[in-house]
């Protein structure tokens, strides 16, 4: 459905129950489509901590600084 952006603001109640319902409506201006409105994505679900525990190793260096030749790659001077 598209719908000019005045008739949108008058109706906005209306669409936006529409598009809790799955329907996209098209706001357009003069014609030329300017927004989509759709429905929200669903519920996130929670985050469990813990899942990959005894599955990942990280090294006692990880947070020790990079080498030399390294940092210079980063820097875009790969001498």
């Given at each position: 459905m598209q719908l000019n952006l005045y008739e949108a603001k008058?109706?906005?109640s209306e669409l936006v129950e529409a598009a809790s319902e799955g329907e996209t409506i098209l706001?357009?201006?003069?014609g030329r489509p300017l927004a989509k409105l759709g429905p929200a994505s669903g519920p996130r679900k929670p985050v469990r901590f813990?899942?990959?525990k005894g599955r990942i190793r990280i090294g006692s260096d990880f947070d020790a600084p990079l080498p030399v030749s390294v940092l210079r790659e980063f820097e875009?001077?790969?001498k």
């Open positions: 008058t109706r906005l706001i357009a201006k003069a813990g899942l990959m875009g001077d790969a």
